[in-house]
Each structure stands twice: as structure tokens, then as C-alpha cells.
């Protein structure tokens, strides 16, 4: 596991999970797969975390996909908590409270902050990749610009 918990290690960190994601995903195009390995990859490699996995965008609601956690909600529609956020405004959600959170869905009560990234291919909304975690404001902007550019290396190698 690497520790990106240290001060100024974050992005060094970050640097090291993109070479290492795009070497896992090198030879395999299928989507479940790449986001089955990227869901396991995150929820082992990233400390403090519960949770990791994909919501898929299944007729304008989102559908449970590949994960590393405890069983989940299946269904989420489009704004009800922090996925629904993200899938509504295509934006990444990044809650240091999740308790505080307008419409918070309580999948795993052990959870108190989440991240959350839209995977879009242009207008059109694939899903979203889902991070909980025990720890409040466990996510930092840092982090945040980490796991996006991991998304972008997942969407790449993946055929949507």
C-alpha cells in the first residue's frame, strides 16, 4: 500500500498509482473487467477506505457495478445522494461529512465521507466511480485531482 497520507507525498503517490493502473489495464479493453480491477486496485492500495466501486448509468438511474466492500444499495436515482449528485451535475462531489450531506443514502453507516467522479465520454454519462471511508473529510482536493486523473487513465484503457 502506498502511504499518500504524508505531507508532500500525495501527488508523488498519485504519479505512481497512474503508472501502475495503466500497467494493469494495458492488455484489456472490456469495461467490467478494467472496472473490476480498478474498484479492487483503489480499495487496496488507498488507506482508509470501505468502500470502492462503480454506479452505471442504466436509463437515467444508476445501477451497482463492479466493487471491493460490503453489499450496497443497487439502485440510485439520478440527485438522491452524493452518487446521485454527481451523476445529475456531472460533477465530482467530494463530502467531508456525509452525515451533513442533503439526501445522504446510508449504504454502510461506518461510512462518513465520500468522493465521487462522474466517467463521461463526452455529453454522455457512463457512470460514476464511488470512494466511502470511515474517517470524516478523509478526501482532500489533492485527492481528489488523484483519482480523477485515475478515472481518466480507467476511461481511456476501457471500451465504454
Not at 79 to 107: M, N, W, Y
Not at 119 to 130: A, Q, S, T
Not at 149 to 156: K, M, P, T, W, Y
Request: proline fraction near 4%.
Amino acid at each position: 500500500m502506498i502511504d499518500l497520507q504524508h505531507a508532500g507525498a500525495g501527488l508523488q503517490g498519485y504519479g505512481l498509482l497512474a503508472a501502475q493502473l495503466e500497467a494493469l489495464l494495458a492488455d484489456e479493453r472490456d469495461f467490467i473487467a478494467n472496472a473490476s480491477q480498478f474498484a479492487a486496485f483503489l480499495y487496496h492500495e488507498l488507506p482508509d477506505l470501505n468502500w470502492a466501486g462503480f454506479y452505471l448509468n442504466k436509463q437515467d438511474q444508476l445501477v451497482l457495478g463492479p466493487f471491493q466492500g460490503k453489499v450496497a444499495c443497487v439502485r440510485i436515482p439520478f440527485g438522491k445522494g452524493v452518487c446521485g449528485a454527481a451523476a445529475l451535475t456531472r460533477s465530482t462531489q467530494r463530502v467531508e461529512d456525509v452525515h451533513a450531506f442533503p439526501g445522504h443514502i446510508a449504504c454502510d453507516s461506518a461510512s462518513n465521507s465520500e468522493l465521487v467522479v462522474p466517467l463521461l465520454d463526452g455529453d454522455r454519462l457512463i457512470g460514476v466511480l464511488d470512494l466511502d471511508s470511515p474517517k470524516t473529510a478523509r478526501f482532500s482536493a489533492e485527492d481528489q485531482a488523484g483519482i480523477e486523473r485515475l478515472a481518466e487513465i480507467f476511461l481511456r484503457a476501457s471500451d465504454g
